[in-house]
């Protein structure tokens, strides 16, 4: 999971952004999940892209905990 990327996208309401998840590698980034975080709560929900479902189901829980705890740097996810 050290290859993971979250941008923070668009502004969906007062108190939730909008979050991509990209996988970096070879020098390319694949988006391999979309969602949100709530910036009051600070509750974290992705959604796994279909064609990544396979690949990264188990990864859900970690994604999101690492987003929620802020453990990322330079929007790199830090597990």
């Known amino acids: 999971m ?4 979250v941008y ?7 108190e939730s ?3 991509s998840v990209f996988r970096y590698s070879s020098g390319k980034s694949i988006c391999i999940a979309t969602g949100s975080l709530n910036l009051c709560s600070n509750m974290a929900h992705i959604n796994i892209l279909p064609e990544h479902q396979a690949s990264c189901e188990d990864m859900e829980f970690d994604i999101e905990k690492a987003i929620e705890e802020r453990n990322i740097i ?3 996810i830090l597990i």
């Open 8 to 14: 923070f996208r668009d502004q969906i309401d007062s």
């Open 74 to 76: 330079h929007n790199r």
């Open 2 to 5: 050290e290859n993971l990327l």
């Open 17 to 19: 952004r909008a979050i």
